[in-house]
Every structure is written in C-alpha cells, then in structure tokens.
C-alpha cells in the first residue's frame, strides 16, 4: 500500500505562483510513475503532469512553460511549482502514484485525498 498526502493549496490571483507538495508513504520502493491530476466541477479528471522514476516528465498542453513537476526520492516527496496561474487552473489536484509488484506485475494506481486549488481573476 502507499499513501499520499497533498498540501499546497489555496487561493491565488491571476498570475501568481503556488507550489503543491505530496509526502508519500508505506511501500514506496516499487512506486514507478507519479503525477498530478485535476478535476474542475463538472469536468472530468485530466492529466496535469506525470513524473517516471527515472525522471522524464510528460505536461498537459494547456501547462507546458508553466508547471513544473519534480520528485525528491530521497523525501519521498512529489512537488508540482504552479507559474501563471489562470482561472481555467481552478480544479482539485490530486497526487497519484502507481506501483508494480516485481514478483506478479501487478500494478497497482494511489492517489491522494486531493488539495484545491482556486485561481480568481
């Protein structure tokens, strides 16, 4: 099992700055790919930005220059740096992780309880 809790959240202006964090624990060891999701009301969850354990990113279009996604392995920590900020950026973002049992192949997908994020023009 692997746990995740996000933080970072709040309330910004257009063009402001916010940094999420995610602290990950329990069987970290095996976690492969992590990353942020958002979902707006009304809309269906998206990807935001994905981070491999090898750390190649891969960015939603509508983020690309702006958001910056990173993992400090040793902290067991994933950040997402959010610059620009726009209304449209409003959603809740969840933290998400996903690991594979090296024995079965087993994957397995984690997410956090989700942090808002809300973005006033």
């Given amino acids: ?35 942020w999701y958002r979902q707006a009301p009304g809309k269906q969850r998206e990807l935001v930005a994905i981070i491999t354990s090898g750390g190649i990113t891969n960015y939603a279009d509508s983020v690309k220059g702006r958001f910056t996604i990173s993992r400090d392995n040793a902290q067991n920590t ?30 397995y997908d984690y997410w956090g309880q989700g942090t808002q994020v809300t973005v006033s023009s």
């Fill in 1 to 35: 099992q692997v746990q995740l809790v996000e933080s970072g959240g709040g309330l910004v202006q257009t063009g402001g700055s916010l940094r999420l964090s995610c602290a990950a624990s329990g069987s970290i060891f095996s976690i492969n790919a992590m990353g």
């Fill in 78 to 107: 994933l950040y997402l740096q959010m610059n620009s900020l726009k209304p449209e950026d409003t959603a809740v973002y969840y933290c998400y992780a996903d690991r594979v049992v090296a024995t079965t192949l087993a994957k």
